[in-house]
């Protein structure tokens, strides 16, 4: 345990946390907690702020989760640089970064306790990512143990991911709200992510082509379109203007849920995934109505 870059305690021991949160909660102090894999970017970071403006202590962890990983080498290129992100936490306000290693997380070996996402799990990245829901479901239930947080902070960009955290947190009476944050963007529309890193120039480029076609979707939901088979040619044949760019879907789904529509009823999120080069990214766009 020690001072970081930016005066952030570094915490890799639970029985280390336990013990920095435990005057905190005995206190009755509201704590923020700002799960991620590392990596972290400017999404990461309104994240930690908006937890920094809400709360009285603000936790991130930093854990690259290898049972989330269902592809060895997806999980041995993800990017790691702990004094980088130590350093990123706290100058948004952090004032603890968890940084504990597979061991501390998983002292006997890979789990044989995990907790099903259910049928939420199985679609979408959850089909093209066997298990990956499973092992996402299993860290945020410990991490969520472990910190035991008034409030829980995740971003809209993984749509399915906060739906499937949301329907954990309910159907297990977790005592805590999990507040989503919208998805922070470059100039030209790009997602941030943490896997734009091993993008090359061309491939960043033709990446845009994911945001152009949720935007040409949602016009398309805007101007009274209510096929939802018909809005869903629209994003995909957007796509296909960059053919470097390998369409894995392009679907519309009802906000909160992600069931597949047929008609276009009420509040709307529009899917997108696909692989640009070697990196797979997903996007989505939330359309009122």
């Not at 962890?61 to 290129?77: E, K, T």
């Not at 980088?84 to 044989?112: K, N, Q, T």
């Not at 040409?216 to 379109?225: D, F, H, L, W």
């Amino acid at each position: 345990m020690g001072k970081g870059v930016a005066e952030c305690e570094l915490v890799s021991g639970v029985g280390q946390l336990d013990e920095m949160l435990g005057p905190h909660r005995r206190r009755g102090s509201s704590i923020g907690f700002v799960p991620t894999l590392g990596g972290l970017h400017a999404g990461h970071v309104t994240l930690i702020e908006a937890a920094r403006r809400a709360n009285d202590v603000v936790v991130v962890s930093v854990f690259l989760n290898p049972i989330q990983f269902d592809d060895p080498g997806d999980l041995a290129r993800y990017p790691r640089d702990l004094m980088a992100d130590l350093a990123c936490a706290g100058r948004a306000g952090a004032d603890i970064v968890f940084a504990p290693s597979v061991e501390a997380m998983y002292p006997a070996g890979r789990p044989e306790v995990t907790v099903d996402p259910g049928a939420l799990g199985a679609i979408f990245e959850g089909a093209a990512r066997p298990g990956h829901f499973r092992g996402v479901a299993t860290i945020v239930t410990k991490l969520l143990a472990l910190v035991a947080p008034s409030y829980a902070y995740f971003g809209e960009k993984d749509y399915q991911q906060l739906v499937v955290v949301r329907r954990l947190v309910r159907d297990l009476s977790l005592p805590v709200e999990i507040v989503a944050c919208p998805t922070v963007r470059d100039p030209d529309g790009l997602a941030d992510s943490s896997r734009n890193a091993f993008l090359d120039s061309g491939e960043r480029q033709a990446a845009t082509v994911l945001y152009r076609a949720l935007c040409a979707g949602a016009e398309a939901v805007r101007s009274g379109v209510t096929d939802a088979g018909e809005v869903e040619v629209t994003m995909r044949s957007m796509v296909a203007t960059e053919p470097s760019v390998a369409l894995d879907y392009a679907r519309i789904v009802a906000d909160g849920h992600l069931e597949p529509l047929s008609t276009v009823v009420g509040d709307v999120v529009l899917l997108v995934a696909a692989r640009v080069g070697q990196v797979r990214l997903i996007d989505n766009l939330r359309v009122a109505r």
